[in-house]
């Protein structure tokens, strides 16, 4: 069946969204995310002025030759903006190929491996008595797994750390991209991070016992020396990962941190191809890849990704940030279903708005994810809804040293 048509929706429910909708001729619609947070008109123009144009009259069901036509057709390979809108049009295909085979994604990527998938949820406070509220919270909401990010004396604003206290655990209400003209600027500060977050977990471990999976977000911010000795220092209280501890695009910087701790490694949600991880993989210097169907080339890319993962015996944590919109979650879900090397999966839940604008069918019933059982994703677009929230520039924060040097975020 051929493609009749496919556009391009800029909307933004309490924060920006790019999705992608690809018509056949005989009228099934399906959906794909293309949202790269602080940088969305780029993929959008990336699809409208370039795809879009080459989509009308190509086979719908052709998935793995669009995908090369448009990542070998383009010469210019990998890189955030190309993958993600090579995503949407994937992720698209998919869920056009899943309705018309009467069945939800899951059962056409090899059925289920497990009932459903678990979820890890962000809990935070600027000091500690309010991290353990929101630990609380969480679980109470249902959560069975747990990040903790905790303020650092001396520094204003941390990332990962909700601006407020974190209400019933309901929602996480950090939203590091701001709609502001220009980035906010916040201060960092590595040394008085590294002497405060042990404290951090040996509170929280004191608290709610051995059992509970923890796990923690270092965005990047260490050199491989300070991130060995994090990872050392957090031994005592077995973390299930320590994610991004440098920055990523130095495979070879993770030999130093291995060598040097048994704390689980998690990295590469800013990875977008499988090309990312050959070093890390090859060399057995992670436990956990962390990238997204929405940044790593949709369904095909992930499942390459996850497939060079379990050669050596990794596991999946699919980033899951409300910056991945509910398509490119759902997208997820029906992967982390069907894929024996599942690990985890990261929750924040949508906004209410956001849920108005897109309609699911996953569910989260206690601690775990479900993509349900409706053909295709389960994912609608209210055009109506979309509408009403135009798009607004926003930008994530720069990170400075107190001197004034800019510093990875
Ligand atoms: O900062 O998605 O693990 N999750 C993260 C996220 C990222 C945002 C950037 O757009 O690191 O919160
Ligand atoms: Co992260």
Redesign the pocket.
Known sequence: MKIHAADVVVTSPGRNFVTLRITTEDGLTGLGDATL?GRELAVASYLGDHIVPLLTGRDADAIEDTWQYLYRGGYWRRGPVTMAAIAAVDVALWDIKAQRAGMPLYQLLGGACRTGALAYGHASGRDIPELLDSVRAHLEAGYRAIRVQSGVPGLDSV??VAASANGAGERYDYE??RRTARPTEEQWDTAAYLRHIPTVFEAVRAEFGPGLPLLH?G?HRMTPLQAARLGKSLEPYDLFWL??VTPAEDQAALRLVRQHTTTPLAIG?VFNSVHDYTTLLGERLIDYVRSSVTHAGGVTGMRRVLDLAAVYGVRSGM?G?T?ISPVGMAAALHLDLAVHNFGIQ?YMRHSPHTLEVFRTSYRFTDGLLHPGEEPGLGVTLDDEAAARFPYAPAY?PVNRLADGTVHDW
């Open positions: 947070n990332y990962g590091p991209a977000d965005h994610e991004d949600e980033h940030p910056d990261e994530l």
